[in-house]
């Protein structure tokens, strides 16, 4: 119970840390977000520049805009956009809901083939198949996501003419939405499944040669039952900890993935507010974003505790 | 059809429903309809419909379809071929009023007051004519009476008053209308707006190129056009009204304005697709799935214009831009503003290796005189040359020697490294002018920064060299012929407001003192002669715009301004076999 309270009181730290930072961070960036909201090649009065700063209150002080900060997010309200003209939460439920559909089916059907494949490829690291999923698992895994998505792209969009090349939909309907997501999520799935693959089969291998595991044989059991029933188990505590983590990124978006395939979704929202230096549009990824890891973290935390009894005794 | 009063409007009805009469009964179940019971049934189904409070316009498939409807008939087909262009203009927001993109779209849907044809020349498109006073503080715009928005009304002076208020009250980048413009006045009778400036202004005509008219009744309902996010439709008067903008879909959908009365168009919907990148726009094309490609002040990436070609499904547009990329030295710094440095400069850079490198052979070797041919009064000065011996001996002669032999001149005592600051987009011009400078004996460090530093580095003039580009709206702003990037008295996003030599500065004035033709031309000559005598920047190349095209469709038009995305391209284009 002292180490869950310990814990809760070092994510509540987290937090703090965080909102500081997402304040701070945007603004330690070179460049004047005043400057963005104008156009390219237009001339404006420095008093038309002094109005805009007012209007979007960056004529205070930076003290000032943090108290104001804190005192919106105590208020659930994380600001407007300077850039979309629209209030931050609008924008990023609207985004969040899209990223969530492909990045999160590609989490779960990763984390699924990862560790399967990843198993059984620890297992018997010697068979060709184990060779075969892990040149696999490595060949993507090497591959650069923007090359891999344009790849796909290529052949199963344009040689093929299977999939359309951009969009989330054509008509709101869900064949369209089905139809334009699966190359985007297959490819993210891909990429999630290899790398699980590799973590879990090095897991596995090293699992394989502990004590428990030769007690395990010894006793009799059949290999599946070694496997499944002890080596499984333990070899999934590293995967635990990675899936948490995708979890918490899960609405940083999948940058590459949306510039291919022109989705809508939070990577390119929070790439456009980098380049735009939309300070309340960063303040409000970056916070939910780092709430979702530490949610995610805490929710690693519990699951090692279901699944390892070192953990829970060490807690007791 | 013009304008049609109520009456008129129902009469249409009445005849062609009359017409209609026998072909429903011969269809329908055998019953017989006296004319006097269908003016009954029609008159009051037309008036509560169509004939409103305002609404002055009926367009004839609006008719034919209230016609049919009541008769049970099938409704006349819509027109749904479409005209589907790929562009990676990426519309961010379904903002109508303050997104970039949204506002260059719509040019097709919410026609500017005025346009640029194929020469580059200013022509009316809402506006017939105009005049301006003798001081150049008086515009009045006498508006074409042909015009009707996509709800039936008659676009109005009051209309384009409104638009230019509405414009100066809320956008940031009109903030010069709210500081310069005293008053509107419109005349219903002649059909015109009357704008008065506290200043002379002489290049209105040119600034009313590019903002969009509003319908009034629609827009005075709301207070903060930047705050409206709506997906669609808007009333236009164009051609064609924007339906909607669908950021899912990455696509927006114009349709046909059934009131519009100029030449009609070919097509029952423009579709603009927008693409995250260019290589899945290219292969879009490729496949078919759109028609054409278009990006404001840019062309389609020279490296694939040959693959399409290969197709053997598109031709090519290829016009010179009045848009480049340049080198621009810091004036404000030694030794950049020793002429005999830039001099230097001008000859150190290898500009067919440039036009090779960067264009693949779709550019030239620019002139001095910096203004591309495609501009008006174009002066044709001589053209910049590679010669690194002359470079070296120009530094040489100017006192910028290598005393220690390392191959770098010095200033001052030491080596010279200038801070090279290259803007994203420029990377590659970056790196080789680099290579020129050094072998020519100048040292150089690349800083590769995004637009907004760069946007902040150069306000602070915290840089050495710079490399960027112009658009063409770019070369035509301020005084035109490029002198908006330089004035020192501006401030602004991508401009660089280096240069305040009195006779630049007065040239400037000079320019934007008078709208008389004969004078600009002589003025526009001075300002080519001047960079070419002081070379404040130096272009690096012209270039070409190239603009893939089905060959199944011919008519497209090309505008310095706005490229294809004229209003004469979806007026013209149709089939190729039609």
Known sequence: MTGLLAKGIRYAVSLLVVVVLTFALPRAMPGDPVMNIIGEDVSVSPATLDAIRAEIGLDRPVTEQFASYLWSLLHLDLGYSYHLSAPVFDLLVARMGWTLLFTGIAIVVGAAIGILAGTVAGWRPETKRSRAVTLAALAVSCTPPYFLALLFLSFFSFRLGLFPFKGLYDEATFGSVVHHLFLPVLVLTLFAAARNTLIMRGSVVQEKGSLYALYARARGLSDRAVLFGHVLKNASLPIVTLIALDFGFIFSGALFVEIVFSLNGMGTLIYDAVLGRDYPLLQGAFLVIAVMVVCANLAADLVYLLVDPRIRRQGQ | ?578
Request: net charge negative.
């Open chain 2, 1 to 578: 059809m013009k304008t049609i009063p109520a009456f008129l409007s129902c009469l249409a009805v009445l005849i062609l429903a009359a017409s209609l009469v026998p072909a429903a009964c011969a269809a329908g179940d055998g019953e017989t309809m006296t004319r006097a019971e269908l003016s009954a049934a029609i008159l009051p189904y037309m008036e509560a419909t169509y004939c409103g409070e305002n609404v002055v316009h009926l367009a004839p498939i609006e008719i034919r379809t209230a016609a049919c409807r009541f008769l049970g008939l099938p409704e006349p087909p819509e027109n749904t071929e479409a005209l589907r262009i790929a562009t990676p203009n990426v519309v961010k927001a379904t903002n109508f009023y303050d997104d970039y993109y949204v506002g260059i779209f719509t040019h097709l849907s919410n026609l500017p007051m005025m346009r640029m044809d194929a020469n580059g020349h200013l022509v009316g498109l809402t506006a017939d004519r105009y005049e301006v006073s003798s001081d150049n503080t008086q515009w009045t715009f006498y508006l074409k009476d042909d015009l009707f928005w996509s709800d039936g009304r008659r676009v109005t002076p009051e209309d384009v008053a409104f638009s230019f208020e509405y414009l100066g009250e809320h956008e940031p980048d009109a903030g010069w209308i709210k500081e310069t413009l005293v008053g509107t006045t419109v005349s219903d009778e002649e059909n015109a707006v009357t704008f008065t400036f506290n200043k002379p202004y002489t290049t209105i005509n040119l600034e009313f190129a590019t903002y969009n008219i509003l319908p009034k009744h629609i827009w005075e309902h709301i207070s903060d056009p930047n705050e409206y996010t709506e997906a669609g439709p808007f009333v236009g008067d164009g051609p064609y009204y924007l339906e909607e903008i669908d950021l899912n879909a990455a696509k927006m959908t114009f349709r046909k304005n059934h009131h519009w009365q100029g030449k009609q168009p070919a097509f029952g919907t423009v579709e603009v697709h927008w693409f995250a990148n260019d290589d899945a726009a290219a292969l879009a094309l490729e496949a078919g799935d759109v028609d054409t490609y278009y990006r404001y002040a840019n062309s389609y990436p020279y490296a694939g214009v040959q693959r399409l070609k290969d197709t053997g499904e598109f031709n090519t547009l290829e016009k010179t831009s009045i848009g480049l990329t340049f080198l621009a030295p810091n004036l404000k710094r030694a030794p950049m503003n020793d002429l005999s440095f830039r001099e230097a400069l001008a000859d150190a850079i290898n500009y067919d290796e440039l036009v090779a490198v960067d264009t693949l052979g779709y550019g030239t070797v620019p002139n001095r005189g910096f203004v591309p041919p495609g501009m008006d009064y174009f002066a044709d000065t001589p053209a910049l040359a590679y010669d690194p011996v002359a470079a070296r001996q120009i530094l040489h002669d100017a006192g910028y020697l290598d005393t220690d032999g390392n191959g770098i001149v010095e200033c001052n005592g030491t080596d010279l490294d200038l801070d090279l600051l290259v803007r994203t987009g420029f990377e590659r011009d970056g790196q080789l002018i680099e290579e020129y400078l050094e072998d020519v004996g100048i040292g150089a460090t690349v800083h590769q920064v995004d637009s907004t530093t760069w946007f902040s580095l150069k306000d602070e003039y915290d840089y050495d060299l710079t490399v960027t580009g112009t658009t063409p709206w770019g070369m035509l702003m301020h005084a035109g012929w490029g002198t908006g990037y330089f004035d020192s008295r501006r401030t602004g996003k991508g401009v660089l407001h280096n240069l305040d030599d009195p006779v630049y500065l007065a040239l400037c004035d000079n320019i934007l003192a008078t709208s008389d033709q004969a004078q600009l031309e002589r003025y526009a000559g001075e300002m080519q002669a001047y960079f070419d005598d002081n070379l404040p920047a130096i272009a690096l190349y012209w270039k070409k715009d190239v603009i893939p095209y089905n060959r199944a469709y011919t008519g497209w038009y090309y505008e310095p301004l706005f490229g294809i995305y004229d209003i004469e391209t979806f007026l013209n284009v149709r089939a190729a076999s039609g």
